[in-house]
């Protein structure tokens, strides 16, 4: 089946860095890339939905300017959390659809987990 | 607002035995509806997907049921093994919002030897 490979898995970071997550696609193009938080032993939470070659649309109440989203191109979306705090220590998720959602698979990555110290 | 309920939250059953896990959900317009699994530190691993013309979808000892009239969907896992311990996330479409997915909060599954 289609692969969603994110990296890294494992980051840990200082107060005051930005740590960017990648996402990619491995065997299937992605115009659509969805970014989620999830907090131990919670759902996923989506953040922002990723289209390549435009502006990520984000959900209420996550804020842009502090979680950058750029999907370059078909196989590729990227997560920066920027000047990261201790509360953005989280589970992040991507995921890539193979096709429209209404019918198309929906694929997750591995999953990164940040640790701000 | 659409929403995805699941039930128990969490549940332990013996190696062997079988289980069922509950999803009532009010999103509509009803598109699909997904069963992931996700191990603990990992990604969502799809399970099955449905539409409202299918009541039933098998993937090996993993069966899904899907009410559309009711509005709920069951999973049911066949002769448990301790593999199956994780966490089973439903996931309901909305026809008219596209990619707008709505995530239950999962129930977590534990199975002992």
């Known amino acids: 089946g289609a692969v969603v490979s994110q990296h890294p898995s494992r980051v840990i970071c200082k107060s005051g860095t930005s740590v960017k997550i990648e996402c990619r696609s491995l065997?299937?193009?992605?115009?659509?890339m969805f970014w989620y938080r999830q907090f131990p032993k919670k759902s996923l939470m989506l953040m922002a939905t990723s289209n390549e070659g435009s502006k990520a649309t984000y959900e209420q109440g996550v804020e842009k300017d502090k979680f950058l989203i750029n999907h370059a191109s078909l196989t590729l979306s990227t997560l920066t959390v920027t000047s990261a705090h201790p509360e953005d220590s989280s589970f992040y998720i991507c995921?890539?659809?193979?096709?429209?959602?209404?019918?198309?698979?929906?694929?997750f990555g591995e999953g990164s987990r940040l640790t701000v110290l | 607002k659409n929403q995805v309920e699941q039930s128990p939250q969490s549940l332990i059953i013996l190696e062997g035995k079988n289980c069922t896990l509950q999803c009532n959900y009010t999103v509509s317009p009803f598109s699909n509806l997904r069963w992931y699994k996700q191990d603990t530190g990992r990604g969502p691993v799809s399970l099955t997907i449905m539409t409202f013309s299918e009541n039933t979808k098998s993937n090996g000892r993993y069966t899904a049921t899907l009410d559309a009239d009711t509005k709920q969907s069951s999973l049911h896992i066949t002769a448990s093994q301790l593999s199956d311990s994780a966490s089973y996330i439903c996931?309901?479409?909305?026809?008219?919002?596209?990619?707008?997915?709505?995530f239950g909060a999962g129930t977590t599954v534990t199975v002992r030897a």
């Open positions: 996931v309901v479409s909305a026809a008219l919002n596209d990619y707008k997915l709505s």
């Open positions: 065997d299937f193009q992605a115009t659509t």
């Open positions: 995921s890539a659809s193979s096709g429209r959602a209404e019918g198309g698979e929906l694929f």
